[in-house]
């Protein structure tokens, strides 16, 4: 059964790419674990014309890096934070006594995708190879700027190859670009926005709540106003986060998935050495709401 609100383009995405239309695809980190030759289904999708593929993974350093700045600037700060597209929309549509809780930052997918707009100036339309069936709520800002545009969830594209048969053999395998830090030095290493930034912060407590009705519990018996200091509230709609989405259906064993594993490690100066690249060359405003990016005239994404 699909969520009341689920989208999955997995028709109009192979449609388009038939028309010779670029496209470009960017992977969730659950993404290698949901196809049994994850390698030769992206050299499948490069053959039918995917122009490249990017994980979203290295784009998180974005994220914590937008969240590190403003404890900087206000470290007592509590908040909410979450990739989860889901839990926040409930937040903010039924739930609006949350709502000054939750920072106007991009999640790791905006940033990904407006990192490769704005600074790489990739051209072409973005497709999200996606654990969740609502991400495509967040695809397109409140002032009608298209940041991704195909949501293909990792079920329906195994559900398509099982109604078109492929021999994957006859492809090459093709991996993702990724740059120097691999798949990153925050969310690859510590599995979460909170952990990340208690790693930066010793004084920071986070807790993460997967499920909509344990999030929900714990926000109602006041976890916000009950923790004392800076604290990070992290929750996602589905039970086991985005690894177990309600776009993934059945998981599958990949074959050579090392391009995907975490780093083993991190060190502090590493991370904080990443940030201040970062505070030279991007601007904190393109990766948060309502902001302009800069030196284009152009309003950044929700995320």
Known sequence: MERIGSRNDITAFFRDLKKGQPIRMLIAPAAAQCFADFPRVLGFLWEQGVVSFHPVLPFAD???????????????????????????????????????????????????????????KLNGSFAFLSPCALKWKEFTTPEGEELVRYNVTIDALNRWFEANPADLSRYEPCFPETG????GLTLAAFGSIGK?????????????????????????????????GPFVFEPYAC??????GAGIGKKRTSGDIGFLKCRPSTAREDVVGLFSRFE???????????????GTGQTAAAG
Request: contains cysteine; glycine residues 10%.
């Open 62 to 120: 974005i994220a914590v890096w937008v969240y590190y700045t403003m404890l900087r600037e206000n470290p007592e700060a509590r908040f909410i934070t979450s990739a989860c597209v889901g839990m926040n929309r409930l937040l903010e549509e039924r739930f609006p006594q949350f709502g000054g809780a939750l920072p106007r930052v991009y999640s790791p997918l905006l940033c990904a995708a407006r990192y490769l707009r704005g600074y790489k």
């Open 180 to 183: 120097e830090n691999g798949h």
């Open 196 to 228: 990340s930034l208690e790693f930066l912060f010793p004084e920071i407590t986070s807790r993460v709540e997967q499920g909509t009705a344990d999030s929900l519990a714990y926000l109602s018996g006041g976890i916000m106003e009950r923790e004392e």
């Open 239 to 244: 039970p086991g986060g985005c690894s177990n």
């Open 280 to 294: 030279r060359e991007l601007a904190v405003g393109d990766f948060q709401y309502g902001q302009t990016m800069a």
